[in-house]
Structure formats: structure tokens, C-alpha cells
């Protein structure tokens, strides 16, 4: 597609339900990123993706949350048992990776409210 | 955590002035980029400078990277209304493909 697009835009759930979040990333781009923001505050590294391979986990806050990428592109980000601290806008990004310096593109994010 | 602290945390001028905003962090990095979020949702990609290089223009904006300091600093001349936004500074640290963001600054630009 033209840029990343994410679903849902807005999301309400209720304590203690599962949420899925989905990122459908540029057409190409190999690397994929998703990133949290609570109100007010910066970006939240939460895992990055190099094709189907996740490098990267360090950013996931607990075992509750998981992302999974299915071939090479669309990414779920799923979260267990939602808690009030949950909510925030869930940002994910795509490049073409590889080499260094490659510019990122943000989808316009799922905001999460955990009631 | 955060790689990167901005400064000031907020930013208020009138149309036509400059604004300054700076950016810190804390390990060494391939490059620094900023980038511009509307409304708390999607990012938009400014600039990029290498580690390698001091200072980058693109339009109003221009960027400066002091690696001995570890700071990084974003002009914009002649703002606009339309500049109303907050800006981050994000590190790509060596080693490391993610780009690591700093907190941010909210500028607004008044008519």
C-alpha cells in the first residue's frame, strides 16, 4: 500500500480481555517496528522485526504482550489479559532495512483504552 | 529507556521567529533523525544526519550533530502556524537497528 496502514484506529476493551492490533507495512519494507506512546510521552521501543525474525524483543513490557509477522508483512501485536496501564496509542513503523540510515515510516497508530 | 532527553519540553513563539529545540543522548550512534508528530498519532520523518556528519538543511529546517557532546539541535527559521507540533529526536545506536526516540518538545506557533 501507499503508507502503513493500522487497525483498529481506536479500540475500547474491558480489564482483563485480549486485544489484537494489526500493522500492515509499506509494500517492501522488510523491517518492521512497533513502538507504544502513553499520553503526553515519547516513544516506547517494543519490538522490531527483520522479515518473519524478531532480532529484537527487548521492548515488550511482559510476557502478556506478543507480535507476530507472517510472510514478511503483516504484523499482530496481541495483548493478554489487557491492564488499565495498557492504554496508550500503539505505533508500528516500516523500512526497507538492511543497511543502515533507511528512513522510517509510522502508520497514524491503534489508541488503546483499557476501561 | 530513553536514549535521548530534549530540551525545552515546551516551546512557545509567534509566528516568523526561529525555533530552537535541542536533543542529548547517550551512546554512540549511527545517525540522528527527527521527526514531527500532529495530534498524538503518526510520526512524520524530518531530517537524518550521520554520525559522520555536522550539519544538514533541508527547507526551514537545519540540524546540527556535535558527537563529542553527544547533542543534536533543530532550527526551524521563519515558523508557521502550521509548525505547531512536537518534535522528537531518534537514534539509531550502534550496534542496533531500532531507532531509539527522546521525549520530545511541544512547540507551538502562534499567529
Known amino acids: 500500500g501507499a503508507g502503513v496502514s493500522q487497525s483498529p484506529s481506536n479500540k475500547v476493551t474491558e480489564k482483563g480481555k485480549d486485544v489484537e492490533l494489526r500493522c500492515d507495512p509499506i509494500s517492501g519494507h522488510t523491517a518492521l517496528y512497533w513502538y507504544r506512546q502513553s499520553l503526553g510521552q515519547g516513544l516506547e521501543f517494543l519490538i522490531y522485526f527483520q522479515g518473519n525474525s524478531a532480532p529484537d524483543k527487548s521492548g515488550l513490557p511482559s510476557d502478556r504482550f506478543s507480535a507476530e509477522r507472517t510472510g514478511g508483512s503483516v504484523s499482530t501485536l496481541t495483548i493478554q489479559r489487557t491492564q488499565q496501564e495498557d492504554s496508550a496509542v500503539y505505533l508500528c513503523?516500516?523500512?526497507?532495512?538492511?543497511?543502515?540510515?533507511?528512513?522510517?515510516?509510522f502508520g497514524e497508530g491503534s489508541w488503546l483504552t483499557v476501561v | 529507556s530513553q536514549q535521548g532527553e530534549e530540551d525545552p519540553q515546551a516551546l512557545s513563539i509567534q509566528e516568523g521567529e526561529n525555533a530552537t529545540m535541542n536533543c542529548s543522548y547517550k551512546t554512540s550512534i549511527n545517525n540522528l533523525q527527527w521527526y514531527r508528530q500532529n495530534s498524538g498519532r503518526g510520526l512524520v520523518h524530518l531530517i537524518l544526519i550521520r554520525s559522520n556528519e555536522r550539519e544538514k538543511h533541508s527547507g526551514r529546517l537545519r540540524v546540527t550533530l556535535d558527537t563529542s557532546k553527544k547533542s543534536s539541535s533543530l532550527l526551524i527559521t521563519a515558523s508557521r502556524a502550521a509548525d505547531t507540533a512536537s518534535y522528537f529526536c531518534?537514534?539509531?545506536?550502534?550496534?542496533?537497528?531500532?531507532?531509539?526516540f527522546g521525549t520530545g518538545t511541544r512547540l507551538l506557533v502562534s499567529p
Open positions: 513503523a516500516s523500512s526497507l532495512g538492511g543497511s543502515r540510515g533507511n528512513t522510517i515510516y
Open positions: 531518534a537514534t539509531e545506536v550502534t550496534g542496533f537497528q531500532k531507532l531509539v
